[in-house]
């Protein structure tokens, strides 16, 4: 795809919530744009609509006005089903909380996100993400029985799994000490030219910014640079 067009564009993206007779405007007329084989930051204060900008990128959230669009895809209009199929092949998510299983090992975890697609290869491809993670130790470990670095990455390479075009992270280094964060950003630094994949991560941590090609900040819902 044209790295003019953006794997991901929003155009005038304005998100409202309704709390009682109270209208929060966590986002304001933001335009963003990502390219494959780049890493963007977006920071901004806590409440600035970080994690619902990069909800909104990830088709987890739909705006209240303007447009979202995937490669030459205009999605705004997509039906719930739709946007959970786009989700799946496109988007791959990384949370400060790893949202792992408990019950399931590496490898179970990292396989979970494609077990709706008949491939044979699953296992194999888990089993070659998390070697790439540097995990290839620890493919039948359950989640209590690594540390927090590593369950960060097994959340990784659950990202990677349905080869997505866009890694958005949100506060993936937040739950870990500044040198296990380090390694992690390094991680997610390889993915860009690795898998050739945007990386769009959110936080509130300036380690964060010194491995990104662009930042963008967030005020008050607003894109301020
Ligand atoms: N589901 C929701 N309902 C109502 N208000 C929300 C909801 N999600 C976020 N907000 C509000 O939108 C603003 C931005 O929130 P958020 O995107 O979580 O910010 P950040 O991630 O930068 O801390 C905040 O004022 C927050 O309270
Ligand atoms: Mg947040």
Redesign the pocket.
Known sequence: MGSQVGVVRLAGVTKR?Q?GDET?E?LADVDFRAERGEMVTVI??????????LNVIGLLDTPTTGTVRIQTRDVTAFTEDELTEERRSVIGFVFQEFHLLPMLTAVENVELPSMWEPTVDRRDRAVDLLRRVGLGDRLDHTPDELSGGQRQRVAIARALINEPDIVLADEPTGNLDRETGETILEELTALQTNENVAVVA?THDEQLVEYADRVVE?VD?RVTT
């Open positions: 919530y709390n929060i966590a901004g204060p806590s409440g600035s609509g970080k994690s619902t900008m959110v967030l819902g």
